[in-house]
């Protein structure tokens, strides 16, 4: 079946600019999870959704960043005044259950440079 | 604070040279420890997880184990198609996010 997707694979914005990033989980999983990469580091956890509603947003650096979910399958990752350190991919993830430990299917992630 | 180590942050092997990668941690009250594997430009694939300590998974060339401080993934003659980055990520406690090692980039060549 299909997996995790996301839009666009690629963003270049300048600096102060808004940008939104789109992620299409895996049709039937409940809770979707956000994280950033940079080169050569794991994944660092920004927030995770269960169903519609944001269960932990503690990763999420400042209150330029914002997720929904509105009907507890896309979900979009906003990002206000873009600095050029939110520079990194930022990837998708699903689970088919809330809770855990379950495996989470990625993404293949967002590349944005800010300039 | 919960922490996860991989080492070595690189290896290089000829084919069929086996190997272990380390993946360390430190946490209260681990529930799962994943495996992944990372190739340039994609996202992680999900290989294994781990419950407890004692627990062993294989998959093809991949065999991971657990103790009550660390994993290792064992990686039996390996082919060129293994080269890729692996991640090691627990989760712990009452969080449902992954803490994530920093990978180890493994290059198998022919």
């Known amino acids: 079946g299909a997996g995790v997707s996301q839009t666009p694979s690629n963003k270049v914005t300048e600096k102060g600019k808004y940008v939104e990033l789109r992620c299409d989980p895996i049709s039937g999983h409940t809770a979707l999870y956000w994280y950033r990469q940079s080169l050569g580091q794991g994944p660092e956890f920004l927030i995770y959704?269960?169903?519609?509603?944001?269960?932990?947003d503690s990763g999420l650096p400042n209150d330029r960043f914002f997720a929904v979910r509105p009907e507890g399958s896309v979900s979009t990752l906003k990002i206000q005044r873009t600095e050029r350190g939110d520079s990194a991919v930022y990837l998708c993830a699903s689970s088919l259950l809330s809770g855990g430990p379950y495996e989470q299917y990625f993404g293949p992630g967002t590349r944005l440079t800010v300039t | 604070e919960d922490q996860v180590t991989q080492s070595p942050e690189a290896l290089r092997l000829q084919e069929g040279e086996s190997s272990s990668l380390n993946c360390s941690y430190t946490?209260?009250?681990?529930?799962?420890l994943f495996w992944y594997r990372q190739d340039p430009g994609k996202g992680p694939e999900f290989l294994f997880t781990l419950y407890s300590a004692g627990e062993e998974k294989e998959k093809e060339r991949l065999k991971a184990t657990l103790t009550k401080k660390e994993s290792f993934l064992h990686i039996t003659a390996p082919k060129p198609e293994d080269s890729a980055t692996y991640l090691c990520a627990v989760q712990a406690g009452g969080n449902y996010q992954l803490i994530w090692g920093a990978g180890t980039k493994l290059i198998i060549k022919p």
């Open positions: 959704f269960q169903g519609t509603g944001a269960a932990d």
């Open positions: 946490v209260s009250g681990l529930r799962g």
